[in-house]
């Protein structure tokens, strides 16, 4: 994240842009940014409200929250202690922020932080933000790739469980007891799927050593019933360019996902977890006119997905 701390904030706002018209040229005409550096984004919110057919509709979290010095810390969202989460909270909500992010476990792209499979922050902590989120609103998405910040997050009651690795300090725990406790809380599980298939694919360490067995759980919690989404983590390797959450689609029935359900993990209940079903991830009169034209039929053969034939945003044709 080197490049990326050393970018101002014309520059950064100017590759903002070009991503933003990337994903929408894909087919992706509503994104959740969680990961922003110092608000930027909501300056591509007000212009896109005013262009909307130059990007997606962004609902931003801000910078998210993490300890001093920890994962991510260089998108400018260090805070610790309950009440100065809650007034993190808080300022997010006033400036039009629509999700709270927050760090739960270290992760893989921050020298000097936690591992993954190490918990940032109490449960005390994670309860503080989720209340005052929830007072104000607000959705909560909780990065959490350790099995105790999964746990941790779903005690506190967050809405959705980024990546959900399942790490623990000797390798992979995805031990029944917490499946059935995800799929019992009702908070929506965002995996971190979709790589680009013609740039050579490299997984944090952490994550390859394991990743057969996270696969697994992956198809055990859709088989129990979890709100399974995607999160595409686009724009932090040369593999996650910002077009490439279709690929995920793929990527979720290469794992025995049934196509339907994969579609719908990008639509109606991805909306649902964003907090704009109705408008959003369907086609239907009084919906925004949203849409994608591919050649094929995805629920055929998911690939279909990346041969776009047309997109349409807030009923204007960009592509």
């Given at each position: 994240?080197?490049?990326?701390?050393?970018t101002?904030?014309?520059?950064?706002?100017?590759?903002?842009?070009?991503?933003?018209?990337?994903?929408?040229?894909?087919?992706?005409?509503?994104?959740?940014?969680?990961?922003?550096?110092d608000?930027?984004?909501?300056?591509?919110?007000?212009?896109?409200?005013?262009?909307?057919?130059?990007?997606?509709?962004?609902?931003?979290s801000?910078?998210?929250?993490?300890?001093?010095?920890?994962?991510?810390?260089?998108?400018?969202?260090?805070?610790?202690?309950?009440?100065?989460?809650?007034?993190?909270?808080?300022?997010?909500?006033?400036?039009?922020?629509?999700?709270?992010?927050?760090?739960?476990?270290?992760?893989?792209?921050?020298?000097?932080?936690?591992p993954?499979h190490?918990?940032?922050y109490?449960?005390?902590?994670?309860?503080?933000?989720?209340?005052?989120?929830?007072?104000?609103?607000?959705?909560?998405?909780?990065?959490?790739?350790?099995?105790?910040?999964?746990?941790?997050?779903?005690?506190?009651?967050?809405?959705?469980?980024?990546?959900?690795?399942?790490?623990?300090?000797?390798?992979?725990?995805?031990?029944?007891?917490?499946?059935d406790?995800?799929?019992?809380?009702?908070?929506?599980?965002?995996?971190?799927?979709?790589?680009?298939?013609?740039?050579?694919?490299?997984?944090?360490?952490?994550?390859?050593?394991?990743?057969?067995?996270?696969?697994?759980?992956?198809?055990?919690?859709h088989?129990?019933?979890?709100?399974?989404v995607?999160?595409?983590?686009?724009?932090?390797?040369?593999?996650?360019?910002?077009?490439?959450?279709?690929?995920?689609?793929?990527?979720l029935?290469r794992?025995?996902?049934?196509?339907?359900?994969?579609?719908?993990?990008?639509?109606?209940?991805?909306?649902?977890?964003?907090?704009?079903?109705?408008?959003?991830?369907?086609?239907?009169?009084?919906?925004?006119?949203?849409?994608?034209?591919?050649?094929?039929?995805?629920?055929?053969?998911?690939?279909?997905?990346?041969?776009?034939?047309?997109?349409?945003?807030?009923?204007?044709?960009?592509?």
């Amino acid at each position: 994240m080197t490049s990326l701390a050393a970018t101002d904030d014309a520059d950064l706002l100017t590759h903002m842009r070009a991503a933003a018209r990337s994903a929408l040229h894909a087919g992706i005409t509503t994104i959740r940014d969680l990961g922003d550096r110092d608000h930027l984004s909501l300056a591509l919110v007000e212009e896109l409200t005013q262009h909307p057919e130059q990007g997606p509709e962004i609902l931003t979290s801000g910078p998210p929250l993490t300890t001093r010095g920890g994962h991510c810390h260089f998108f400018g969202g260090e805070v610790e202690g309950p009440e100065a989460l809650r007034a993190a909270v808080r300022e997010r909500h006033s400036r039009g922020c629509a999700v709270i992010k927050i760090m739960v476990s270290g992760g893989n792209l921050t020298p000097g932080s936690v591992p993954p499979h190490q918990s940032q922050y109490s449960i005390g902590d994670l309860r503080a933000v989720v209340d005052e989120a929830h007072r104000l609103g607000l959705p909560v998405a909780a990065h959490a790739h350790g099995v105790q910040a999964i746990n941790d997050a779903l005690e506190a009651g967050v809405d959705s469980l980024e990546h959900v690795s399942f790490l623990t300090p000797n390798g992979v725990d995805s031990n029944s007891g917490l499946l059935d406790a995800i799929v019992e809380s009702g908070s929506f599980v965002s995996l971190t799927l979709g790589w680009d298939r013609f740039v050579a694919v490299e997984l944090p360490k952490a994550i390859a050593a394991h990743l057969d067995r996270i696969l697994a759980a992956y198809r055990d919690m859709h088989r129990l019933g979890a709100k399974i989404v995607i999160g595409s983590d686009a724009g932090i390797a040369p593999d996650k360019p910002h077009d490439v959450l279709p690929h995920g689609v793929g990527d979720l029935v290469r794992l025995g996902i049934p196509p339907v359900d994969a579609l719908i993990s990008v639509t109606s209940l991805a909306a649902r977890l964003c907090r704009v079903e109705g408008r959003k991830g369907r086609i239907a009169a009084g919906a925004d006119a949203d849409l994608l034209a591919v050649n094929g039929n995805p629920l055929q053969n998911p690939a279909a997905l990346l041969d776009v034939q047309a997109v349409f945003r807030a009923g204007v044709r960009v592509r």
